[in-house]
Structures are given as C-alpha cells and as structure tokens.
C-alpha cells in the first residue's frame, strides 16, 4: 500500500526567530551576539543564554564548519520525507561556535564523514521559506 | 544532595504484558497493573491517598481521563485526596519517584500509586507512531522540517560515539543480543526468539550506523508502583525497596543544541546519586540501565562507571551482562525487547529493579540482588535521570 506523499512540514516560526527566515530567504545566514559579553547565539532567543542580557543583536554567520555528527537516513522517516530517501540529517558546528541540525547536500551521502568542512547553500522550501543547508567545501 | 536516602520505599508493583492487543481497551492497562501493584503490596485499596498517572501518549482523549480521575474511579478508591499527572517523557517513572518520596517525606501523602498505559502498539499505525515521534519533542521550528525523527537522533549519537571511540557495529548490536536472552526469560516481554548478532546486522538499513533490529518497537502495556514512608513500609512489607539515592542533568530541548550526544549528563548524574546512597558502582548487583536504543543503553553504562568508556560493548559482547554474567543489566530486556510503551519504558524499568530487588523475578532473579541502579531519559534524550535504590540502607 502506497502512502500518500504528504507536504514537507514547515519552520513554526517564534515571533524573535523572524529575521532568521528573512534573512534565509535572501540567501543569508545570520545569527544572534550578544552585545555585553560577546556570545554568539543559535537558535535565536529572547535573552543570551550565558549572562541572560537581552542586549543581542543579529551578525552574519561565516556559513561554515564541520559535521558533528551525521546520519544517512535509508529507511522509516517521517512521511513528509519519504521521497527525499536516502537523505543526510546532520548537526553542523559552525565556527562560530553554534550548532543546528540541517541536511548534507550535493554529495553521495555515503561520503559524509564526522568532522567533514561544509558550508551553507540554500534551498528554497516555498515562497515563504528558504532552509539553510550544508554542502562538502575543501578545508 | 536531597533528604531522602532511605525514607521512603517502593513496596508494591503491577505489570500486565507488553505487546499488541488490538481487542484490550487502554484502561485495562491501567487498572489491571494498579491492582496487581496493591495486591503485592499487601495493602488495602482505600489505603491510596495519592494517584499519579504519568500520561499516554497514543490518545489525547485516553490521557485525559488519566488526568481527571478514572483511575480513582475504576478502581473504587475512596480515599484518594489527590490526582495529578506527573509526566517527564521517557523519565516519568525517575521523576515521579522523587517528587513522591518528597510528599511522603513532608507528609503531604501517606501511599501512593503511581500507574502508566499506553496503546503506542495498536493504538496508532506503524507511520503514525514514527510521525508521532518526528514530532513529539522535536523543535517544530529547527528540526522538524529537516526530517529529524528519533531514529536519525539515536543514529547520529552512535555515530558520534563510534567516531570517538572506535567502537564497532558488533558492540552497538551485543546491547541488543543482550537484552534479548534477558527478555527470553520475562514473560511480559514482545520479544522473545533467540537473537544472534549476524541477524541484527543484516537486518534492513534504518538511519546509517543503525539497522531495523536496533529499534526498539512501540507497543501496548501497563504498569504502576506503590510508595510509601520507610517506617510504614517496614510494618507491611517484607522487603521495601528504598530510595537511596538520585541524580539527574537537563541537558538540553532540541537535541542539535547538546554539546556532547555520545556523554549527555550521564557522569554527573551518576556521580550525584551514588554521593547520596553513599554506594559505589561496584556495590551494584543490578543495572537497569534505559534503552530505546543500544547507544543509550552503552553510554549510560558506561557513563555511570560500569565500564571504561568505549569499552562496555565488549562486555555486552562477552557476556558479562547477560543472565547468570557479572554486572546483569536491563533485565527485563529493556524497550528493545519487552517493547516500548511511552512514558512506560522507564516505568517498565523501574518496576524490573524493584522486582529484582524484592526476590520476585522468577527465572531472571539475580540471586541476593541488595542494590541496584536504574537510568531513564525523556524527549531527544535531554535528562539523564539516576535513581539508585536497595534493600538494605548503607
């Protein structure tokens, strides 16, 4: 029995987390720093997560850095995302410090490699949304 | 470091089978494993003067009736001055413990019955239950529209964990084979066919390292515990198992902010809860360490000091965790071979140690089993919960 290919599930969007999609639309990746002790933030919050001042304000991301760790999913996803398979789920660690799940693309996912350099590319979900991912770059 | 170490003690517990039963209503599970938990007590229905039902997850109608009292109701306990969820994911039974010990110790409550059931087996489809679990305790915003789902979680902590320590597929598979000749000999487990390693490993590709027999499978059941005061309990109970000690770590919601998927707070937690029962793991003559999947259950051993790290899987391996081995662990076969009901894997678990520790384990009783140490985890695995308890107050 075929299972209905079901729509891709959207970001539900946090009222701060705004200018984070924005920006991704355009093809940008920006996080948050704190303005009094310098800590870069991700996801966006309301107040720095280490000294707990909402003094933040958004920087641009280098868009790079290493997997952390990484599957190849092959089989049993979510249905939204049966058609994709298979596909690399990773947690990447950008050199700012920060980590976010994404996805590894434009590679054979099988050459996915635990501290493996990537940086972003951005896909367009809809005319609302753009998700940044990771591609494979030369360290 | 809490109040208390040897206070309060578990003296009575119910279990119905874990599996499919598509004909039996989620409130069976409920009440039948509450009445067999009084009935082992000893004690007397109307002697309940607290319900606490961690929740269920197949049904919010089902969860519901869980909240507002039927319990209670279905039972007839006419003494009950209050019913209130207590619910962690994963850790609800480690969480619920302490907070029930905390009443008793105060005197806000006297004997408490704590009771999970869920309908995860036959209650949602096979694609329902994996949807409800690429949802439930995943960022909507940050990773649900990635295509993470909790296979790809414990995927990508076993790949990290490899990487660092060049432990293999073998190893990750030994957890499995090991809960399985546990499972073999509990006649509430889903699963009970021999298991050899080849087979996990030539079982389908699921999320890379991981394969479909590294899955645990959702499934349908119950279970529940009865606390109470030390002193009351000496009184009823030829042998109450006490709470001696508990630790725990947050680390963290979405599981791409955890700093550390092949450690969590497992070291710390443990520390903490050792510190208190004033044990060390070597004085452990059970380890009902939480599963789901073979990663947790390896870095949780790990981790509280049953083995060097990246060497717990050569234990698993050999034996040294099987029936009759010496650090017998998860013996009830864990979520990977009893089934995993919800909330209920760590109930399951919590029940198995005092079982264990109350001499009633039937074929898998570890013989004079005095202390035992028990893990569990909610959500993406963000609270490592250590409860250490025994029969005896070091």
Known sequence: MDTPVKPKPVPVVNPWAKPFWEAARENKLIIQQCKDCGTYIFYPRIACTNCFSDNLTWVPASGRGKVYTYTVVESYPPSAFIPDLPFVVAVVRLEEGVQMLSNIVGCDPHSVYCEMPVAVVFEKLNEEFTLPKFKPVEA | ?394
Not at chain 2, 54 to 83: D, W, Y
Not at chain 2, 84 to 92: L, Y
Not at chain 2, 322 to 338: D, E, F, R, V
Request: a negative charge.
């Open chain 2, 1 to 394: 470091m809490s109040k208390l170490k040897g206070k309060v003690a578990i003296i009575g517990i119910g279990e119905v089978p874990t599996g499919r039963f598509p004909e039996t209503a989620a409130i069976y599970h409920a009440i039948a494993s509450a009445r067999l938990a009084i009935r082992d007590a000893g004690i007397q229905k109307d002697e309940i003067d607290y319900v606490m039902p961690t929740a269920a997850l197949f049904s919010p109608q089902f969860n519901t009736e869980l909240v507002t009292c039927r319990v209670a109701e279905e039972l007839g306990l006419k003494n009950v001055k209050k019913n209130c969820q207590v619910f962690a994911g994963g850790s609800s039974s480690t969480c619920a413990l302490e907070i029930a010990a905390s009443l008793i110790h105060s005197g806000a409550a006297n004997m408490i019955l704590f009771v999970h059931a869920d309908r995860l087996g036959t209650g949602v489809s096979a694609q329902g239950g994996i949807d409800l679990f690429s949802t439930a305790g995943i960022s909507a915003e940050w990773e649900v529209p990635f295509g993470q789902h909790y296979s790809a979680i414990a995927a990508m902590s076993t790949m990290r964990y490899k990487y660092e320590t060049g432990c293999t597929d073998e190893h990750i598979s030994a957890v499995c084979v090991s809960n399985r000749k546990w499972a073999q000999l509990n006649p509430n487990a889903m699963f009970k066919k021999d298991l050899a390693i080849e087979e996990v490993m030539a079982s389908k590709s699921l999320s890379t390292p991981l394969r479909v027999k590294h899955s645990n499978v959702l499934a349908d059941g119950g279970a529940a515990f009865i606390v109470t005061s030390a002193e009351r309990a000496r009184a009823i109970c030829e042998r109450p198992v006490y709470l001696l000690g508990e630790g725990g770590v947050v680390t963290h919601f979405v599981f791409s902010q955890e700093p550390d998927v092949s450690r969590f707070g497992w070291a710390k937690a443990g520390r903490m809860a050792f510190e208190e029962a004033g044990l060390t793991p070597k004085d452990v003559d059970v380890a009902e360490i939480y599963d789901s999947y073979p990663i947790y259950q390896l870095i949780g051993f790990e981790e509280l000091g049953f083995a060097e790290r990246g060497q717990g899987g050569e234990m698993f391996l050999k034996g040294d965790t099987w029936p009759g081995g010496k650090i017998p662990t998860t013996t009830n076969g864990g979520m990977l071979s009893q089934g995993h009901t919800g909330a209920g894997g760590a109930v399951a678990l919590m029940v198995e140690t005092a079982r264990q520790l109350m001499g009633k384990a039937g074929e898998r009783q570890v013989q004079g089993a005095r202390f035992a140490v028990e893990t569990a985890v909610g959500g993406t695995y963000m609270d490592a919960q250590v409860t250490i308890l025994g029969t005896e107050i070091p």
